[in-house]
């Protein structure tokens, strides 16, 4: 007869480690009943040497998406090694916004925020996310979630404002559609949840793929 610990570890859910810090992906997978534990690099995956979130010149925008998340996964797999922890399958994102085959990624501070909102005002632009999953055991798996938004009119007040609440400075594109940018956008297509950051259909179908169970 197995022992009440042994019971409770057979029948424990499966679990898996995000690696990111984004609290919008931890809400995200916490609404599809994801068991997971964050995996945090050094100093954050943008200053951490093994994750260079550069684009490379001339690179093309899905390009660097899926090579910034590869990375991500990649380190997050040699994390694991390092720090000998409990072998779980890695889940790793990133996101961007394209306009004009320009890479629009997080703000360097608010006067950056607000050139990129200015350059978004009355135009449509792509987001892209890059989704992997990777396993100890070596498997990995990726998907790409395309949306397109396209934004109203916005006046320098608008934008002033916005830049004031802070919302802006930690995402891609300077603005967070689950956020008071909401009323900016006039217009999308493609996945609202890809657009926050992780697109949970297909993240769903990567987890089911190396036989996630609970999803």
């Avoid at 629009?104 to 990129?116: E, F, H, M, V």
């Avoid at 009355?122 to 892209?128: K, Q």
């Avoid at 006039?186 to 992780?198: C, F, V």
């Amino acid at each position: 007869m197995n022992s009440p610990s042994a019971d409770a570890m057979i029948n424990a859910p499966q679990r898996l480690y995000l690696a990111s810090r984004s609290p919008r992906r931890r809400e995200l997978l916490t609404q599809i009943g994801v068991h997971f534990d964050t995996l945090l690099f050094r100093a954050g995956a943008r200053a951490d040497g093994e994750v260079d979130e550069t684009p490379h010149p001339g690179e093309d925008p899905v390009a660097y998406v899926q090579r910034v998340a590869r990375a991500k996964a990649e380190h997050g797999l040699r994390i694991l090694g390092w720090r000998k922890l409990q072998p779980q399958p890695v889940l790793s994102a990133d996101t961007t916004v394209e306009i004009d085959g320009q890479i629009l990624g997080k703000p360097l501070d608010g006067d950056d925020a607000a050139r990129t909102l200015r350059l978004l005002s009355g135009r449509a632009h792509r987001v892209l996310t890059a989704v992997v999953v990777a396993t100890p055991a070596g498997q990995r798996v990726e998907a790409l979630s395309e949306s397109r938004v396209r934004f109203r009119e916005l006046s320098d007040a608008e934008i002033r404002r916005y830049v004031t609440t802070g919302e802006p400075l930690d995402k891609a594109g300077s603005y967070g559609i689950q956020g008071r940018a909401a009323l900016f956008v006039a217009h999308m297509e493609g996945s609202y949840t890809g657009i926050m950051g992780l697109p949970l259909f297909e993240t769903g179908e990567l987890l089911r793929r190396i036989g996630f169970e609970g999803v």
